[in-house]
Nanobody, 117 residues
């Protein structure tokens, strides 16, 4: 199994920045995909950004130009740098891990990000 431990999150004012971290441990398979999803109040869980082992990335349109996903393969860790935060970014953010070639998918416990003045 794979365990995902998230850190970061909290309360931030509009226009502020925050960085989330997620470290994977256990039975790590390569190549793999790590990413971040979020679920706002009354909404479904949606993609924020994903990154492949080779560094290829994909972003949701709503966060392009503001968020940056990165990873350090030696640490099996993925980061999400969030800049120019907006109230609509308020959500529980979940880390996700999956092998490129087989299941299952693993999820972190989620961390609350609240953007409010």
């Amino acid at each position: 199994q794979v365990q995902l431990v998230e850190s970061g999150g909290g309360l931030v004012q509009p226009g502020g920045s925050m960085r989330l971290s997620c470290a994977a441990s256990g039975s790590i398979f390569n190549p793999n995909v790590m990413g971040w999803y979020r679920q706002g109040p009354g909404k479904e869980r949606d993609l924020v950004a994903v990154i492949m082992s080779d560094g290829t990335t994909d972003y949701a349109e709503a966060v392009k130009g503001r968020f940056t996903i990165s990873r350090v393969n030696a640490k099996n860790t993925v980061y999400l740098q969030m800049n120019s935060l907006k109230p609509e970014d308020t959500a529980v953010y979940y880390c996700r891990f999956s092998s490129t070639y087989w299941h299952p998918v693993y999820w972190g416990q989620g961390t609350q990000v609240t953007v409010s003045s």
